[in-house]
């Protein structure tokens, strides 16, 4: 199999700080031997366990990046017991153009993992992340947020596996991070996701929903922040005392948790984020955005929970995601 062409322009094994870029070959017209530059921070002292922290998988989810220069920035070796690598912009060109999926190639880096090493921009990208960097990782945050397209109830989450201790470990660390809420998640398409690559090479793996609506709040960034510091202290890498508060603990139970849009419109919403909803319950109604003088069309919660997700902005395509519904484990 072809080599993969991206080389780290710093070594990932040696104590210190360093910071540099993934430098990734990419020929074009208006630059004849350029190269894409995915920024990495790698700082390490010693033995012990390796995190690997990543945000902007979609370029237009604020919070881990963010969180994540701060951490690239401020992190001393001395604070540090192992290893912490840090990719603040995974997808560097979906970051820069402010967009989910990468402007050169339309790759949506989280559907494509493990990627190719003679693939696409973003197939190369997921490919050395896959190959090079989850193995040398004991525990791996990824951070979203809903984008441009989506506003959440800030949680981490972690999946339901088939390995039960793999399982409870990941719920461990999602409960480090402490966000306000903590997700038992569903995955609805979980083919080509970075959490599935991670999971399958048998690495502790939390994610999070943290804002959204194509930007971050003070409030957003904070638990950023907290959640990375908390996990880092959980996996032993860092020392002192986590801060923590209570987290709601939720579930999404199945594809009832998700309603999509039957049709375009001008979304009303009838519940804010937070709010509890009853099966049945209309949680936002559809208004026509071509002619007046005709009913909206109200959307139903398919089962009894809160608020988690709403669409962002307020007109809707046929086929959107107006909302999630997660229940409240009680
Ligand atoms: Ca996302």
Redesign the pocket.
Known sequence: MTENPIAPTIPLDADGAHHGFLRLPYSRDDSAWGAVMIPISVIANGPGPTALLSGG??GD?YEGPIALQELAATLRPDDVTGRVIILPMMNLPAFAAGR?CSPIDGGNM?RSFPGRPDGTVTQKIAHFIASRLVPLADIVLDY????RT?DFLPFAAAHVLEDKAQEATCMAAMRAFNAPYSMKMLEIDNAGMFDTEVESQGKTFVTT?LGGAGTATAASVAIARRGARNLLIHAGILSGEPQTAPSVMLDMPDARCFVTAERPGLLEPLVDLGAEVREGQPVGRLWPTDRSGIAALPCHAALDGILTARHVPGLVQMGDCLAVVAQVVK
């Open positions: 998988n979609h989810e989910r989280n979203h947020s809903g984008g989506l929903e």
